[in-house]
């Protein structure tokens, strides 16, 4: 069965630094989003992407978070410069053609991100 | 904006027995609704969704919930939990002018022997 995949499966940064966390949809998907959960907290929306675009975003997409889909695989989120507060488990999904609200998204297994 | 309660963090019970994690949501014109489940150390794996029509919803591993309009709720419930079901339980939203999945809290349903 196809299944999202992330890698890497656990990321240790140091505050002030670049990380890239990737994410490979499911290959017929056009959908992309990811969400965050910090520990003991909510899973939130962070943005989700569709036609080389940003459709939707939250509030705590600001400029230092950005997405791209490099290439017809991934599908990658970028934090320019992390803050402790960064910290938590990010989680990519993809969504099937039509991307309608209806539409089953489909997670991946998350990447945990520790910023020290 | 759309919000999602799950009223009870955590729900204890013995195997074999029957459980109801209770899910309420803010009313809108319509929603779509899901149950989501974590098992340790994976993703998010849907159970089960509603988006119109018959207001129970049959799922995966045996799991059913129910679409309540007039009390806004969408209870996931099954007759009889494996120690198997053992994981965080999520219920969330998706409003119809938006694609995002707006999540409640989270259960975490222990079943013991």
């Known amino acids: 069965e196809p299944e999202v995949t992330q890698t890497p499966s656990h990321q240790v940064t140091q505050m002030g630094q670049e990380v890239i966390l990737r994410c490979v949809p499911i290959?017929?998907?056009?959908?992309f989003y990811w969400y965050r959960q910090i520990l003991g907290q909510k899973v939130e929306f962070l943005v989700s992407?569709?036609?080389?675009?940003?459709?939707?975003k939250s509030e705590i997409f600001d400029d230092q978070f950005s997405v791209e889909r490099p290439d017809g695989s991934n599908f990658t989120l970028k934090i320019r410069s992390t803050k402790l507060e960064d910290s938590a488990m990010y989680f990519c999904a993809s969504s099937l053609t039509s991307g309608g609200a209806g539409d089953t998204q489909y997670f991946g297994p998350g990447t945990r991100l520790t910023v020290l | 904006a759309q919000s999602v309660t799950q009223l009870d963090s955590q729900v204890p019970v013995f195997e074999e027995a029957p459980v109801e994690l209770r899910c309420n949501y803010s009313?809108?014109?319509?929603?779509?609704l899901f149950w989501y489940v974590q098992y340790p150390n994976q993703g998010l794996q849907l159970l089960l969704k509603y988006l119109s029509g018959s207001t129970l919803v049959k799922g995966i591993n045996g799991f059913e919930a129910e679409f309540n309009k007039s009390q806004t709720s969408f209870h996931l419930r099954k007759p009889s939990v494996h120690i198997s079901d053992t994981a965080e339980y999520f219920c969330?939203?998706?409003?119809?002018?938006?694609?995002?999945?707006?999540f409640g809290s989270g259960t975490r349903l222990l079943v013991r022997p």
């Open positions: 992407f569709y036609n080389n675009e940003i459709s939707e």
């Open positions: 969330a939203v998706v409003g119809d002018s938006s694609y995002k999945l707006i």
């Open positions: 290959s017929n998907h056009l959908y």
């Open positions: 009313s809108s014109v319509s929603v779509y």
